[in-house]
């Protein structure tokens, strides 16, 4: 099974459902619908989850909205503009990748 990293501090989000899609640059873009991923933390690779991808969106970063953010549980746009911009400081090709845990 393919493999897919989020930051430790977003399991609880992910494995309660809050969190349901991520936001990755080109390089995490070769996912597609269906496809069956073991969820683990970035920090140490332990499994969180196995998930299931939903759906793989291009999305320029200007265009990001209230659905993403809220999709990524977070309250605000800027909140994740933020946190985006310290990930990938200059990328404003990104994927929206939603996402269901699969128990």
């Given at each position: 099974m393919d493999k897919i990293t989020f930051f430790e501090r977003m399991?609880?989000?992910i494995t309660s459902g809050k969190k349901v899609a991520t936001i990755r640059d080109k390089t995490e873009s070769?996912?597609?619908v269906g496809q069956l991923l073991e969820a683990s933390t970035?920090?140490?690779?332990?499994k969180?989850?196995?998930?299931e991808i939903l759906g793989v969106e291009p999305v320029k970063f200007a265009e990001l909205n209230r659905?993403?953010?809220?999709?990524?549980n977070l309250?605000?746009?800027?909140?994740?503009?933020w946190i985006?911009?310290?990930?990938?400081?200059?990328?404003?090709?990104l994927y929206f990748i939603r996402f269901k845990v699969i128990r």
């Open positions: 399991e609880r989000q070769h996912y597609y970035h920090e140490e690779g332990r969180i989850c196995d998930i659905e993403h953010a809220k999709a990524e309250p605000f746009v800027f909140m994740l503009k985006l911009r310290k990930i990938y400081p200059t990328e404003n090709s």
